[in-house]
């Protein structure tokens, strides 16, 4: 696929924040737009709009709770995606009807310590 230049006008503020999360992922400014752009893209349109409405507005505090429910959902779905991957390999162990939450726990930490 041939690349295909775009441009966009940011405030400053916004400039350096693209510039400096850029910097924080080892990005460069232009691969971290393209990304955002789309995946922004690919959202349903209702949801860029309330998105936008949200960022833009006085309700700073909706908008970040917004934004922790969306990471709440995207770790619950990694987490799922996860246990489908090690159940496939087989390789969760079987935990006994009666385990204690301790047996439980080791079994977690024995788990991830093997990945």
Do not use: Y
């Not at 690349?3 to 503020?13: G, R």
């Not at 916004?14 to 400096?20: L, N």
């Not at 955002?36 to 507005?57: M, Q, S, W, Y």
């Amino acid at each position: 696929m041939v690349a295909v230049t775009v441009s966009a006008n940011l405030d400053e503020h916004e400039a350096q924040k693209v510039r400096g999360l850029a910097a924080k992922e080892h990005r460069s400014v232009s691969g971290f737009v393209a990304n955002a752009v789309v995946v922004f893209a690919d959202l349903p349109k209702d949801l860029r709009d309330t998105l936008l409405e949200l960022r833009i507005g006085e309700d700073a505090l909706s908008f970040r709770s917004l934004v922790r429910e969306m990471e709440a959902t995207l770790a619950r779905w990694k987490f799922d995606v996860a246990s489908q991957r090690l159940a496939a390999q087989k390789r969760l162990p079987i935990v006994d009807s009666d385990a204690s939450d301790l047996d439980i726990l080791d079994q977690a930490a024995t788990l991830t310590r093997s990945i």
